[in-house]
C-alpha cells in the first residue's frame, strides 16, 4: 500500500502532465504484477464495490477518534471528503504496528469485506486505520468509499503504460476498453497477451469532439471541406455485431446490450464483422423524442414490455468503424459514410431500427448558421463539424472533429439555498438552489455551482453566511435578495420534480446584480421555453 500511497500522492501534488506520466510510468516498471492489475482498474474506475455504508463509516471513525458526532459532520462540511475526514481525525499510527501489505492485499480484504457482518467489519477497518500512516489511510478510505478522483484521465494513464510496456497507446486503450475487473483477469492477461477471443465483445475506443472556439471559420477554413450533420441528444453507443452476436456499448464503456434488446434485430441483417458508431434516440410514434424520455430506459435493471412500448429506440448511425471484420478507421470519413450509406440502404433499416445520420454539405458557414437554427426543432443540440478526409482517432483529438452547439436556454432565478462546496471550495458556500415565481412564491427549479469567478463565489459566501435564515444540516436557506441568470442545456416535463420541469446540466451564466428578486422570472416562463 505504501508505494501506491506514494503514487497518489505525486500525482495528486501536480498538475504537469510529463511528471504524472514519469510517476506513473515509474510505478509500472516497478510494482508487483497484481498492484499494477488493481492500480489500472482503480483509474479506470473499476473500483470493487463499497463494502460499508457511509453512515456506518462515520459512526465508527468518531467512536475511534473519541470526537462526538456532530464535530465529525461539521468537520466533514468544512473539509468537504468523507476520506479525507476520517483519515484526518483518526489518531497517528502507532509505529510499532505498521503493515507492510500490498495494494492487491487490501483490494481483496475489501471485496470480502462486503460479505461479512458489521461488527467484523467495524474491528477490521479500525485495526487497519491504527497501522496506516495518515496519506495511506486516506487512499485506503478512498478504496473503500470509491471516491478517487485525482485529475489522471485514462488516456494520460495509458500514455504512461505505453512507456512502461513499450505498447503502442492505441492497442492499450483497445485493450482497456471491454468488461473486465481485477477480479476476473490478471496484468499478463489484460495488456501482455493476445488473445483473440478477447476482442469478440470489444468495441474501439470513442473518438470526440471539441467544442468551436471564437471565430472558428477563420480557423476551419472553406466549409466545402467539411461535413456537417446535427448533433444528436442521446446515449452515444457503439454497436457491434459478431460471431452472430450483438453487442452494445455506451461511451462511458459500459457494456448495455441487455437494455436495448431491440438491436438484436441487427443479426442477420447486418454483415458479421461490423461495428457501428451513433447515438440511441427514443423514436415513440416514429419521431425523434427527448433525452429526458431516455432517462426512463437508463438504469433500470429490466426492461419491461410495456417499458419498450412506451420509449422505443432506434440507432442514429454516423459512422462505421469494421467492416466485414476489417478496422477501417483509417479510411477518410467521406469513405467510411460511403460504406455506412451504402450498408443502411441495401438493409431493412426501418424495420430493424437503424437509421442514417443524414450529412450535410454548405457553400458558405452562413448557410451552415442558417441549418444550426433548426436544432431544437429537429431535436438536436446543434451541428457537428467533420473534416472529410479524416480519419477515426482516439479519445478527444483537436483539428478535425468539432461540435457546434446551439446556444442554452436562459432564465433568470432567484438564489434560495446555499450549500458548500467540495475541494478547494470546502470552506465556501457555492453549491446553489434556485427558485422561479409562481402565485407569489418561489418555487425550485434548478441546481447550480459553476459559472462564476473566485472572486464571485467569495462575495456570495460572505453575504450567505450573514443573511442565513435556516440549517438543514449542510444547507442554509437564505433571504431571497440575489439573482442570477442560468443557462441549461434542455429541458423537459417532468413529475419528478416539484416545479414540474428538468432542466439538463444548468449552470450560471452570470450575477444580475442589475435585477431584483421581483425582475426574475416565472414558472410559466421557463415552461414557455419547453418545445412543442
Same mark, same amino acid.
Given at each position: 500500500m505504501k508505494q501506491f500511497a506514494e503514487l497518489i500522492k505525486t500525482l495528486d501534488s501536480t498538475n504537469k502532465t510529463t511528471l504524472k506520466v514519469a510517476a506513473l510510468s515509474d510505478y509500472f516498471n516497478t510494482a508487483s504484477e497484481k498492484d499494477k492489475l488493481w492500480t489500472i482498474a482503480i483509474l479506470s474506475h473499476r473500483r470493487p464495490k463499497r463494502p460499508v455504508n457511509t453512515t456506518l463509516l462515520r459512526q465508527w471513525a468518531t467512536e475511534i477518534s473519541g470526537i462526538p458526532q456532530w464535530l465529525f459532520e461539521e468537520s466533514y462540511h468544512i473539509v468537504g471528503d468523507l476520506a479525507e475526514t476520517i483519515a484526518l481525525i483518526i489518531p497517528n499510527s502507532n509505529t510499532s504496528k505498521k503493515t507492510s501489505k500490498t495494494l492487491s492485499t487490501y483490494i481483496e480484504e475489501i471485496i470480502a469485506l462486503k460479505s461479512l457482518p458489521d461488527e467484523e467489519k467495524k474491528e477490521y477497518l479500525q485495526q487497519n486505520w491504527l497501522q496506516l500512516s495518515y496519506f495511506e489511510r486516506f487512499v485506503f478510505n478512498k478504496i473503500i468509499t470509491g471516491g478517487f478522483r485525482i485529475g489522471v484521465s485514462q488516456k494520460l494513464m495509458t500514455r504512461a503504460l505505453a512507456k512502461s510496456t513499450g505498447i503502442d497507446e492505441d492497442i492499450l486503450a483497445y485493450k482497456l476498453m471491454g468488461n473486465w475487473t481485477g477480479e476476473n483477469t490478471t496484468f499478463n492477461e489484460?495488456?501482455?497477451?493476445?488473445?483473440? @477471443?478477447?476482442?469478440?465483445?470489444?468495441? $474501439? =475506443?470513442?473518438?470526440?469532439?471539441?467544442?468551436?472556439?471564437?471565430?472558428?471559420?477563420?480557423?476551419?477554413?472553406?466549409?466545402?471541406?467539411?461535413?456537417?450533420?446535427?448533433?444528436?441528444?442521446?446515449?452515444?453507443?457503439?454497436?457491434?455485431?459478431?460471431?452472430?452476436?450483438?453487442?452494445?456499448?455506451?461511451?462511458? @464503456?459500459?457494456?448495455?446490450?441487455?437494455? $436495448? =434488446?431491440e438491436f438484436q434485430r441487427f443479426i442477420s441483417k447486418i454483415p458479421n464483422g461490423t461495428v457501428l458508431d451513433g447515438e440511441i434516440l427514443p423514436f415513440a410514434n416514429n419521431q425523434i423524442g427527448n433525452f429526458n424520455a431516455l432517462q426512463t430506459r437508463i438504469g433500470r435493471k429490466n426492461i419491461s414490455k410495456a417499458l419498450l412500448e412506451k420509449t422505443p429506440v432506434i440507432l442514429n448511425a454516423y459512422d462505421i468503424l469494421e467492416w466485414k471484420g476489417k478496422d477501417i478507421r483509417q479510411q477518410p470519413f467521406s469513405e467510411r459514410r460511403k460504406i455506412l450509406d451504402t450498408l443502411i440502404s441495401e438493409c431493412a433499416w426501418e424495420e430493424i431500427g437503424l437509421y442514417l445520420s443524414e450529412t450535410m454539405n454548405f457553400e458558405t458557414w452562413d448557410a451552415a448558421a442558417k441549418e444550426r437554427t433548426l436544432s431544437r426543432e429537429k431535436r438536436s443540440e446543434g451541428l457537428m463539424i467533420k473534416r472529410k478526409d479524416s480519419p477515426y482517432l482516439v479519445g478527444r483529438k483537436k483539428g478535425d472533429w468539432w461540435k457546434w452547439k446551439t446556444d442554452p436556454f436562459t432564465i433568470d432565478g432567484v438564489l434560495t439555498y446555499a450549500m458548500r462546496g467540495h475541494g478547494r471550495r470546502a470552506n465556501l458556500f457555492t453549491d446553489y438552489t434556485f427558485g422561479l415565481w409562481n402565485n407569489g412564491e418561489l418555487v425550485t427549479f434548478a441546481k447550480a455551482y459553476s459559472g462564476l469567478t473566485d472572486a464571485e463565489f467569495r462575495q456570495v459566501d460572505a453575504w450567505i453566511k450573514k443573511n442565513t435564515l435556516e440549517r438543514f444540516g449542510p444547507v442554509r436557506s437564505v433571504t431571497p435578495h440575489h439573482v442570477f441568470e442560468i443557462a441549461f442545456e434542455g429541458i423537459a416535463e417532468s413529475s419528478r420534480h416539484k416545479s414540474g420541469i428538468a432542466t439538463r446540466f444548468p449552470r450560471i451564466l452570470r450575477w444580475r446584480k442589475d435585477k431584483t428578486i421581483k425582475e426574475a422570472n416565472t414558472l410559466d416562463d421557463l415552461r414557455a421555453l419547453i418545445p412543442k
Open positions: 489484460l495488456i501482455l497477451q493476445e488473445n483473440p @477471443e478477447d476482442y469478440l465483445s470489444k468495441p $474501439y =475506443p470513442f473518438y470526440l469532439a471539441y467544442a468551436v472556439e471564437d471565430n472558428f471559420q477563420k480557423d476551419l477554413g472553406s466549409p466545402k471541406d467539411w461535413s456537417f450533420e446535427h448533433k444528436w441528444d442521446g446515449i452515444r453507443s457503439q454497436i457491434i455485431i459478431r460471431n452472430n452476436e450483438v453487442f452494445v456499448w455506451s461511451r462511458g @464503456e459500459e457494456l448495455v446490450t441487455d437494455k $436495448y =434488446p
